[in-house]
Protein backbone atom coordinates (compact mmCIF):
# COMPACT_ATOMS: atom_id res chain seq x y z
CA UNK A 1 0.00 0.00 0.00
CA UNK A 2 2.99 2.90 0.86
CA UNK A 3 4.78 1.59 -2.39
CA UNK A 4 1.24 2.70 -4.30
CA UNK A 5 0.95 5.88 -2.91
CA UNK A 6 4.66 6.36 -3.56
CA UNK A 7 3.71 5.72 -6.86
CA UNK A 8 1.00 7.76 -7.53
CA UNK A 9 2.86 10.68 -5.74
CA UNK A 10 5.73 10.25 -8.69
CA UNK A 11 2.86 10.41 -11.36
CA UNK A 12 1.74 13.75 -10.07
CA UNK A 13 5.05 15.17 -9.72
CA UNK A 14 6.02 14.47 -13.20
CA UNK A 15 2.41 15.51 -14.33
CA UNK A 16 3.09 18.83 -12.88
CA UNK A 17 6.60 19.06 -14.35
CA UNK A 18 4.88 18.82 -17.80
CA UNK A 19 2.86 21.40 -17.50
CA UNK A 20 5.13 23.35 -16.30
CA UNK A 21 7.35 22.76 -19.05
CA UNK A 22 4.58 23.32 -21.57
CA UNK A 23 3.40 26.49 -20.39
CA UNK A 24 6.55 27.68 -20.41
CA UNK A 25 7.24 27.13 -24.10
CA UNK A 26 3.93 29.01 -25.03
CA UNK A 27 4.75 31.79 -23.59
CA UNK A 28 4.96 35.14 -26.08
CA UNK A 29 8.29 36.53 -26.49
CA UNK A 30 8.62 39.90 -25.57
CA UNK A 31 9.27 42.15 -28.55
CA UNK A 32 12.25 43.81 -29.07
CA UNK A 33 11.92 48.48 -28.63
CA UNK A 34 12.02 49.45 -31.67
CA UNK A 35 15.95 51.34 -32.66
CA UNK A 36 14.44 54.49 -33.95
CA UNK A 37 12.06 56.82 -31.74
CA UNK A 38 11.20 59.34 -33.88
CA UNK A 39 12.13 61.19 -36.86
CA UNK A 40 11.62 64.61 -38.87
CA UNK A 41 12.05 65.77 -42.27
CA UNK A 42 11.72 69.30 -42.38
CA UNK A 43 11.77 71.58 -45.74
CA UNK A 44 12.92 75.40 -44.69
CA UNK A 45 12.04 78.62 -46.75
CA UNK A 46 14.77 78.32 -49.16
CA UNK A 47 13.17 74.82 -50.34
CA UNK A 48 16.14 72.37 -49.01
CA UNK A 49 15.43 69.45 -47.12
CA UNK A 50 17.09 68.20 -44.44
CA UNK A 51 16.49 65.02 -41.55
CA UNK A 52 16.73 64.91 -37.53
CA UNK A 53 16.50 61.24 -36.30
CA UNK A 54 16.03 60.63 -32.63
CA UNK A 55 17.11 56.73 -31.90
CA UNK A 56 17.57 54.45 -28.68
CA UNK A 57 20.44 54.28 -26.49
CA UNK A 58 23.98 52.52 -27.64
CA UNK A 59 22.20 52.21 -31.50
CA UNK A 60 24.40 52.65 -34.58
CA UNK A 61 22.66 54.43 -37.70
CA UNK A 62 24.31 53.94 -41.21
CA UNK A 63 23.16 56.09 -43.71
CA UNK A 64 23.28 55.27 -47.89
CA UNK A 65 21.96 55.53 -50.75
CA UNK A 66 20.12 52.74 -52.55
CA UNK A 67 21.37 52.65 -56.44
CA UNK A 68 19.05 50.75 -57.40
CA UNK A 69 15.76 51.67 -55.68
CA UNK A 70 16.84 55.34 -55.35
CA UNK A 71 16.51 55.68 -52.25
CA UNK A 72 17.66 57.25 -48.95
CA UNK A 73 17.76 54.48 -46.36
CA UNK A 74 18.68 54.55 -42.25
CA UNK A 75 19.66 51.18 -40.94
CA UNK A 76 20.05 50.62 -37.38
CA UNK A 77 22.07 48.43 -35.42
CA UNK A 78 22.92 47.23 -31.93
CA UNK A 79 25.65 48.94 -30.64
CA UNK A 80 27.89 48.11 -27.55
CA UNK A 81 29.41 51.57 -27.80
CA UNK A 82 27.35 54.79 -26.59
CA UNK A 83 26.23 57.01 -29.88
CA UNK A 84 24.58 60.13 -30.16
CA UNK A 85 20.79 59.81 -29.77
CA UNK A 86 20.19 62.77 -31.66
CA UNK A 87 21.47 62.86 -35.36
CA UNK A 88 21.11 65.95 -38.70
CA UNK A 89 21.52 64.73 -42.26
CA UNK A 90 20.97 66.81 -45.55
CA UNK A 91 18.74 65.70 -47.85
CA UNK A 92 18.09 66.15 -51.53
CA UNK A 93 15.56 65.87 -54.28
CA UNK A 94 16.22 63.53 -57.02
CA UNK A 95 14.25 64.18 -60.12
CA UNK A 96 11.15 65.75 -57.69
CA UNK A 97 10.92 62.95 -55.76
CA UNK A 98 12.55 62.17 -52.37
CA UNK A 99 12.65 58.43 -50.94
CA UNK A 100 13.36 57.78 -47.25
CA UNK A 101 13.78 53.92 -45.84
CA UNK A 102 13.96 53.13 -42.62
CA UNK A 103 15.44 49.73 -41.77
CA UNK A 104 15.59 48.65 -38.25
CA UNK A 105 17.44 45.67 -37.31
CA UNK A 106 16.65 45.29 -33.53
CA UNK A 107 12.85 45.48 -34.08
CA UNK A 108 12.79 43.95 -37.99
CA UNK A 109 10.73 46.72 -38.70
CA UNK A 110 10.68 49.19 -42.01
CA UNK A 111 8.91 52.11 -42.86
CA UNK A 112 9.11 54.46 -45.86
CA UNK A 113 8.17 58.20 -46.56
CA UNK A 114 8.20 59.63 -49.69
CA UNK A 115 8.26 63.28 -50.80
CA UNK A 116 7.57 64.80 -54.51
CA UNK A 117 8.22 68.26 -54.41
CA UNK A 118 10.77 70.47 -56.72
CA UNK A 119 14.36 70.65 -55.67
CA UNK A 120 16.02 73.18 -54.17
CA UNK A 121 17.04 75.05 -57.32
CA UNK A 122 13.63 74.73 -59.12
CA UNK A 123 11.99 75.79 -55.68
CA UNK A 124 14.36 78.82 -55.76
CA UNK A 125 13.09 80.01 -58.78
CA UNK A 126 8.93 78.59 -57.92
CA UNK A 127 9.09 80.33 -54.72
CA UNK A 128 6.65 83.37 -56.27
CA UNK A 129 4.61 80.59 -57.42
CA UNK A 130 3.69 78.78 -53.80
CA UNK A 131 2.03 79.44 -51.05
CA UNK A 132 3.87 77.10 -48.43
CA UNK A 133 6.70 78.73 -46.60
CA UNK A 134 8.29 75.83 -44.71
CA UNK A 135 6.90 72.32 -43.09
CA UNK A 136 7.94 69.55 -41.17
CA UNK A 137 6.47 66.14 -40.34
CA UNK A 138 7.46 64.28 -37.64
CA UNK A 139 6.76 61.21 -36.31
CA UNK A 140 5.62 59.92 -32.92
CA UNK A 141 6.04 56.62 -30.98
CA UNK A 142 2.29 56.05 -30.26
CA UNK A 143 1.84 55.70 -34.27
CA UNK A 144 0.97 59.33 -35.20
CA UNK A 145 2.78 62.27 -37.16
CA UNK A 146 2.59 66.26 -36.48
CA UNK A 147 2.43 68.06 -39.36
CA UNK A 148 3.67 71.52 -38.70
CA UNK A 149 3.80 74.19 -41.19
CA UNK A 150 3.43 78.24 -42.26
CA UNK A 151 2.58 79.67 -45.32
CA UNK A 152 3.33 83.42 -46.64
CA UNK A 153 1.09 86.57 -45.77
CA UNK A 154 -2.16 86.58 -47.29
CA UNK A 155 -2.45 83.15 -47.45
CA UNK A 156 -6.13 81.26 -46.37
CA UNK A 157 -5.73 77.44 -45.56
CA UNK A 158 -8.16 75.12 -45.65
CA UNK A 159 -7.88 71.79 -44.38
CA UNK A 160 -10.09 68.71 -46.43
CA UNK A 161 -10.29 64.94 -46.48
CA UNK A 162 -10.60 63.64 -49.63
CA UNK A 163 -12.37 60.12 -48.81
CA UNK A 164 -12.60 58.85 -52.73
CA UNK A 165 -9.07 59.25 -52.89
CA UNK A 166 -8.09 58.64 -48.89
CA UNK A 167 -5.96 61.86 -49.00
CA UNK A 168 -5.84 64.85 -46.48
CA UNK A 169 -6.00 67.81 -48.56
CA UNK A 170 -4.40 71.20 -47.42
CA UNK A 171 -5.61 73.89 -49.88
CA UNK A 172 -4.03 77.49 -50.38
CA UNK A 173 -4.88 80.36 -51.77
CA UNK A 174 -4.51 84.29 -51.75
CA UNK A 175 -6.47 85.53 -49.18
CA UNK A 176 -7.29 87.83 -46.69
CA UNK A 177 -5.62 85.96 -43.29
CA UNK A 178 -3.03 87.10 -41.22
CA UNK A 179 -2.64 83.50 -39.16
CA UNK A 180 0.48 81.76 -40.89
CA UNK A 181 1.81 79.24 -38.78
CA UNK A 182 -0.51 75.69 -38.57
CA UNK A 183 -0.22 72.20 -36.46
CA UNK A 184 -2.59 69.23 -37.53
CA UNK A 185 -1.91 65.36 -36.05
CA UNK A 186 -2.81 62.40 -38.53
CA UNK A 187 -2.82 58.66 -37.47
CA UNK A 188 -1.64 55.89 -39.62
CA UNK A 189 -3.64 52.75 -39.04
CA UNK A 190 -1.70 49.69 -39.26
CA UNK A 191 -1.71 48.11 -42.83
CA UNK A 192 -2.84 51.64 -44.48
CA UNK A 193 -0.69 54.31 -46.55
CA UNK A 194 -0.80 57.72 -44.95
CA UNK A 195 -1.26 60.32 -47.86
CA UNK A 196 -1.03 64.06 -47.15
CA UNK A 197 -0.98 66.76 -50.12
CA UNK A 198 -0.22 70.26 -50.17
CA UNK A 199 -2.84 71.71 -52.99
CA UNK A 200 -2.00 75.19 -54.01
CA UNK A 201 -5.07 77.26 -55.84
CA UNK A 202 -2.94 79.53 -58.51
CA UNK A 203 -4.05 82.12 -60.86
CA UNK A 204 -2.02 83.20 -63.87
CA UNK A 205 -2.52 86.96 -65.17
CA UNK A 206 -1.68 87.37 -68.88
CA UNK A 207 -2.31 90.63 -70.90
CA UNK A 208 -3.28 91.06 -74.52
CA UNK A 209 -2.96 95.13 -75.52
CA UNK A 210 -5.28 96.44 -73.30
CA UNK A 211 -7.22 93.72 -72.20
CA UNK A 212 -6.23 91.41 -68.87
CA UNK A 213 -7.10 87.61 -68.82
CA UNK A 214 -6.68 85.04 -65.99
CA UNK A 215 -6.62 81.43 -65.70
CA UNK A 216 -6.54 79.30 -62.63
CA UNK A 217 -4.73 75.88 -62.15
CA UNK A 218 -3.48 73.64 -59.51
CA UNK A 219 -0.93 72.40 -58.20
CA UNK A 220 -0.01 69.51 -55.56
CA UNK A 221 2.92 69.89 -54.40
CA UNK A 222 4.75 68.44 -51.73
CA UNK A 223 2.96 65.42 -51.72
CA UNK A 224 3.61 63.10 -48.85
CA UNK A 225 3.33 59.06 -48.59
CA UNK A 226 3.56 57.49 -45.50
CA UNK A 227 3.75 53.55 -45.58
CA UNK A 228 5.47 50.28 -44.27
CA UNK A 229 6.84 49.58 -47.81
CA UNK A 230 3.15 48.97 -49.99
CA UNK A 231 2.57 52.70 -50.67
CA UNK A 232 3.50 54.59 -53.94
CA UNK A 233 2.37 57.90 -55.57
CA UNK A 234 -0.68 57.46 -57.74
Known sequence: MKITKLAS????????????????SILPVEESENALKSYKIKRDATGAYSIDLDVDENVKTQAFKNEETNKNEFHFYESDNQTSKKQS??????????????????????????????????AKKNLDDTFLSEYSITSNEDGTFDLDFTVKNQTTVDFVYNQEANIYEIHLEKGKSSERDFSRNFTKLEGEVLRIDFVNHLVNSMYKGQYAYRSSRIDKKPKVVIDNGEGSFY
Open 9 to 24: LVVVAVLTLSACSSNE
Open 89 to 122: KELLIDDQELSIGFIDTRSNKTSNISIIDDNIEM
